[in-house]
């Protein structure tokens, strides 16, 4: 293969729309140099929401159908296009894309693959198991979004965790602001200037345990009057939540917003952010709130902890409404440890978790998979060293 100018990456995603994972493709497509890195999004289903948020020029986004996956279609659809864009390392992102990005990339003589894990594992049965093991062994590089996370992949799929790296998720610090003055955000979306809000982002599917919340919520209404619950997001536990709403007697302090485009305006809302997951990664939600200066009552599942524990937030066992609705409760009283907390996130964030810090490993890896396969060009070790982009050797990125 004749040496390359750019690095052509190619991300394989079920979709682009609203989630935590494909959140965290588009901030990494729009953040690598594009004098470095040629990205490709290749997506099973058309039409993401997410789409919009790509930079013009930094990524191309190819779209192939309907289904997020049972298509085998899709591994000659996949070889196809990586052949056609011509590229160097495809990187697929959890169970969802593994077997079709492989294959695909092994038939398109992809010279390296490298394989993301963001939270999910996908350990129901033996036949599973085995084939992420197979995969795994085939990669080049198999990355994880938190330690916690890398612990858990390495015993559940019975693979080396020294073959495991870690990057950390990160978060546009220029997106995300502190408010100074919360009230004039609540009064956008319609709510008291005084009443206390508390709420979270993110889709309504079982893992994220919003039954749970909604069960807390009737503890913290009854001892915080003047509180609120905001929830952001949707999906299809939506119609058993409002149903759930409706059944507690606290539909009307409950405001469902749907998927929105303005979170972190919607951030500046709350006083406390909450997530009630059963299984995390690295949340990226809380990190958005983290970096809006916004104190966190999470469970103490997977990344959670990393983040949460060490910028002074509040943690919880999972599945204990009325553990989470102390500790929301608790904040909401206490203005000044909640801003308190509040600063200690937005600094963590900014010291540790910075969308440059993201990208700046990312690209290293890259750099790291692509130099052992192929030929770089002059020119393009060139742009790296002017770009400063370091090579990633370590078997552990630290956070």
């Known amino acids: 293969m004749p040496a390359s100018e750019r690095i052509r990456v190619g991300h394989v995603v079920g979709w682009l729309h609203f989630g935590g994972r494909e959140n965290g493709v588009v901030n990494l497509v729009n953040s690598l140099d594009p004098n470095v890195f040629d990205n490709h999004i290749f997506s099973?289903?058309?039409?993401?929401?997410?789409?919009?948020?790509?930079?013009?020029?930094?990524?191309?986004?190819?779209?192939?159908?309907?289904?997020?996956?049972?298509?085998?279609?899709?591994?000659?659809?996949?070889?196809?296009?990586?052949?056609?864009?011509?590229?160097?390392?495809?990187?697929?992102?959890g169970w969802g894309t593994l077997l079709e990005g492989m294959v695909a990339a092994k038939l398109a003589r992809v010279p390296a693959v490298v394989h993301?894990?963001?939270?999910?594992?996908?350990?129901?049965?033996?036949?599973?198991?085995?084939?992420?093991?197979?995969?795994?062994?085939?990669?080049?590089?198999?990355?994880?979004?938190?330690e916690a996370l890398r612990r858990k992949l390495a015993q559940t799929i019975n693979f080396p965790e020294n073959?495991?790296?870690?990057?950390?998720?990160?978060?546009?610090?220029?997106?995300?602001?502190?408010a100074r003055d919360r009230s004039d955000w609540k009064?956008?979306?319609?709510?008291?200037?005084?009443a206390l809000t508390f709420g979270t982002v993110g889709r309504f599917v079982p893992v994220k345990c919003y039954p749970v919340l909604l069960?807390?919520?009737?503890?913290?209404?009854?001892?915080?009057?003047?509180?609120?619950?905001?929830?952001?997001?949707?999906?299809?536990?939506?119609?058993?939540?409002?149903?759930?709403?409706?059944?507690?007697?606290?539909?009307?302090?409950?405001?469902?917003?749907?998927?929105?485009?303005?979170?972190?305006?919607?951030?500046?809302?709350?006083?406390v952010y909450v997530l009630a997951s059963e299984s995390e990664g690295m949340s990226n939600t809380i990190l958005e709130a983290m970096a809006c200066g916004l104190p966190v009552v999470a469970t103490?599942?997977?990344?959670?902890?990393?983040?949460?524990?060490?910028?002074?937030?509040?943690?919880?066992?999972?599945?204990?409404?009325?553990?989470?609705?102390?500790?929301?409760s608790l904040l909401l009283a206490d203005p000044a440890r909640r801003e308190t907390m509040g600063s200690l996130a937005r600094r963590r964030v900014e010291e540790h978790f910075s969308?440059?810090?993201?990208?700046?490993?990312?690209?290293?890896?890259?750099?790291?998979?692509?130099s052992r396969r192929m030929k770089l060009s002059g020119s393009l070790h060139e742009k790296i060293r002017n770009q400063g982009v370091r090579v990633v050797r370590a078997g552990r990125i630290n956070l």
């Open 187 to 194: 009064f956008r979306l319609n709510l008291p200037s005084e």
């Open 300 to 328: 103490a599942v997977g990344g959670n902890v990393e983040l949460v524990d060490r910028a002074g937030g509040l943690l919880v066992p999972p599945y204990n409404p009325k553990t989470l609705a102390e500790a929301v």
């Open 163 to 178: 073959r495991i790296r870690v990057i950390a998720n990160g978060v546009d610090l220029r997106r995300f602001i502190v």
């Open 116 to 146: 993301g894990e963001h939270g999910t594992i996908k350990d129901d049965t033996k036949t599973h198991i085995y084939l992420q093991r197979l995969m795994w062994q085939a990669a080049d590089e198999i990355l994880s979004v938190s």
């Open 44 to 93: 099973f289903v058309r039409d993401g929401s997410l789409t919009g948020r790509v930079i013009p020029g930094r990524c191309k986004i190819i779209e192939f159908g309907e289904k997020l996956g049972g298509d085998y279609g899709l591994y000659f659809k996949l070889a196809r296009a990586f052949r056609s864009h011509k590229i160097h390392i495809a990187h697929t992102h």
């Open 215 to 271: 069960d807390a919520s009737r503890w913290i209404f009854e001892k915080i009057p003047n509180s609120y619950l905001v929830l952001v997001g949707d999906g299809p536990l939506h119609e058993r939540l409002t149903g759930l709403a409706r059944d507690y007697k606290i539909r009307d302090r409950v405001r469902f917003l749907g998927w929105r485009s303005d979170v972190p305006e919607i951030l500046n809302a709350l006083d």
């Open 355 to 370: 969308l440059e810090t993201m990208a700046e490993n990312y690209a290293g890896v890259y750099l790291d998979v692509v």
